[in-house]
């Protein structure tokens, strides 16, 4: 028997009725529409940065882009992580610093199949199971929404 399940990494792969095109850019120029409204910042070239923040008091990550290849995988270095949750140790701040999230992306039936893996998030972090239940419902349950029916779930200042 392996043991995978206690340092695995978090991933999730979802079917959406877009095109592996309209995923592509929907994870590099639209995720303030299934993500968070508070984005800066553009993914069009590797090298480019973007900055995601969730307030009025959860923090921030910024990611580099490290790999993009249209309608077929975005890849993202965070390399600012300042993430804050009542009751938790201090380390959380940091913990997503120097991990990789990565979409793969391929047609599959009429729509397409979204391979995401959030690499060095761990269940020995501190945030695995706040970060699980967040990318479970922000790419799991509105990413799909907003490539489904047009309208995504973002976090907002209000909600």
């Known amino acids: 028997m392996t043991e995978v399940a206690e340092y695995a990494d978090y991933v999730k792969t979802i079917d959406v009725h877009a095109t592996p095109e309209q995923a592509y850019r929907?994870?590099?120029s639209e995720m303030d529409r299934w993500w968070s409204?508070?984005?800066?910042g553009a993914l069009e070239s590797v090298g480019d940065t973007i900055k995601v923040a969730f307030p009025p008091n959860n923090g921030h990550w910024t990611f580099e882009a490290t790999v993009l290849s249209p309608g077929?995988?975005?890849e993202l270095k965070c390399i600012d992580a300042y993430h804050i949750v009542a009751g938790?140790?201090?380390e959380i701040e940091k913990e997503w610093l120097g991990t990789t999230l990565r979409w793969n992306i391929a047609p599959a039936g009429n729509g397409a199949r979204v391979y995401f893996?959030?690499?060095g998030l761990t269940p020995k972090l501190h945030c695995y199971d706040i970060c699980d239940e967040?990318?479970?419902f922000f790419f799991g349950t509105s990413f799909a929404a907003y490539l489904n029916d047009g309208a995504?779930?973002?976090h907002s200042a209000n909600g």
Do not use: C, I, Y
């Open 26 to 28: 929907a994870l590099t």
């Open 37 to 40: 409204t508070h984005v800066e």
């Open 72 to 74: 077929d995988v975005v």
């Open 88 to 90: 938790q140790p201090a």
């Open 117 to 119: 893996e959030h690499k």
């Open 134 to 136: 967040g990318w479970n």
């Open 152 to 154: 995504g779930m973002p």
